[in-house]
């Protein structure tokens, strides 16, 4: 599995609040909530995300509360997948859990820069960043996680199972 996007930069402890506000959890329809993602941090980041498209971004990325709206809403925005110098634990759950692809790799996070072009390959853990000629290595998820995400998430990977 590959991804291959421009990078869309924010600092530590971006938090689950600011990735889906609050005021728009009164619908669980994917498509109606990810109008609305990072707008209160980055108010142009739907108009301008493509498919593919990267987040990069420091410490505790997904803090705050457990909804798994977060995760949801930047997977149905399109991003091809999340680097950060390190996941709030549930965060990091759900993302898999939903099939978000996420990597931890400090160096790749720190080094990114807006409009960059990222190629992760996931089953190696290689990170590459085009516009620098930088390449990183992250922990690669074991082959299990890999297949759930995937799949789509772990529901999809479950029922495809029966």
Known sequence: MKAQGRVF????????????PARYLNTSDPAELAAHC???????????????????????FGCGSSREHAPLVIKTCGVGCVIAKSFARI????AINIGLPILECEAAADDAEQGDII?????????TNETKGKTYRAEPFPPFIQDIIRKGGLLASLTEEK
């Open 91 to 94: 965060f990091y759950r759900n």
């Open 119 to 127: 190629n992760i390959d996931f089953d190696s853990g290689v990170i």
């Open 38 to 60: 990072m707008e209160d941090i980055d108010a142009d980041f739907v108009k301008a995300v493509k498919p593919g498209d990267i987040i990069a971004a420091g410490r505790n």
């Open 9 to 20: 930069r924010y600092a530590d402890n971006v938090d689950t609040d600011v990735i889906i």
